[in-house]
């Protein structure tokens, strides 16, 4: 493991674990988190285009916290962009657990439930999977080392998706037209390359990704910019490069979807964090 001194205070360090191996499910990746002290101020959770799986099995529980007060705790799933305008953030401490990333066209088969039904607020993986999610904690916190931990956890993953049916293969190719794309693919172009009106693509990419298509894209576009401005490229040849027509344009969409400036972005610890666990950066959005 890697260890992450906490942004907020130094006592709230990270130790990061990375799978040493390529898992044998496409579009799934995953990390593994421990917490020794808390995290102080919180945690601001930044949307992501993937369905994100938290598997708990530490002393305590981590929390995610909205805007609203509401509050879940525990081994959760949530839909691609969860976290949208920077109202949510995590709470946690001695805590372990192993974070998946799952792209929107496996996450429905692997998880039982197609990413709109996850759209909104978190599920809790007790609700949806009953008592597996209670024998994955307890088999979890068993397992010795973190590498025996990601086996563990992929070999579930490629056996619920043996299970079930793929999502649609037109819909597949369009997430990875955006994905490949980086967003900057124009939503008219695709539904004519597929022979579909606009209302059909938004209508099936909805109901099977969790999005609409336009929102995919500006939110896979949101991923590769604000990962550039975290490496150290200028605000103004991000937004030029990205698709945004100035540098205002960037600044909206950064605040829409973590409620902060591109500045103070920056100072994230949830994408210093990221930069990290998931070091392949942002052009690992998930495609299949």
Not at 73 to 78: D, E, K, N, Q, T
Not at 204 to 215: E, S
Request: charge should be positive; aromatic fraction near 6%.
């Amino acid at each position: 493991m890697r260890s992450i001194a906490g942004t907020h205070d130094d006592s709230a360090a990270w130790d990061v674990a990375r799978p040493q191996r390529t898992g044998r499910v496409a579009g799934v990746d995953m990390a593994g988190f421990r917490v020794p002290g808390p995290l102080v101020g919180g945690l601001r959770v930044v949307p992501h285009p993937a369905v994100m799986l938290i598997l708990e099995f530490g002393a305590s529980r981590p929390v995610l916290e909205a805007d609203s007060g509401r509050r879940h705790g525990g081994s959760l799933v949530a839909g691609p962009g969860f976290g949208a305008g920077g109202g949510v953030r995590a709470w946690g401490e001695q805590v372990e657990c192993v974070q998946v990333r799952l792209s929107p066209v496996v996450a429905g088969t692997v998880l039982g439930a197609r990413p709109a039904e996850l759209a909104g607020s978190p599920v809790s993986l007790d609700d949806l999977w009953g008592r597996e999610a209670s024998r994955m904690r307890e088999q979890l916190r068993e397992i010795p080392s973190w590498e025996d931990r990601f086996v563990f956890m992929d070999r579930l993953l490629a056996r619920r998706l043996e299970a079930r049916s793929p999502v649609d293969p037109a819909v597949a190719w369009a997430w990875n037209r955006i994905v490949v794309g980086k967003g900057l693919v124009r939503i008219d172009d695709l539904a004519a390359e597929l022979g579909w009106s606009r209302k059909r693509l938004w209508s099936r990419f909805h109901a099977n990704i969790g999005l609409p298509p336009k929102g995919a894209a500006k939110l896979v576009r949101f991923d590769h910019a604000v990962h550039r401005l975290i490496a150290g490229e200028s605000a103004a040849q991000v937004a030029a490069d990205g698709g945004y027509c100035d540098q205002s344009h960037l600044h909206r969409d950064v605040m829409a979807f973590t409620g902060t400036t591109p500045a103070t972005v920056l100072r994230e610890p949830f994408l210093t964090v990221d930069d990290r666990a998931w070091p392949t950066g942002p052009d690992s959005v998930s495609s299949v």
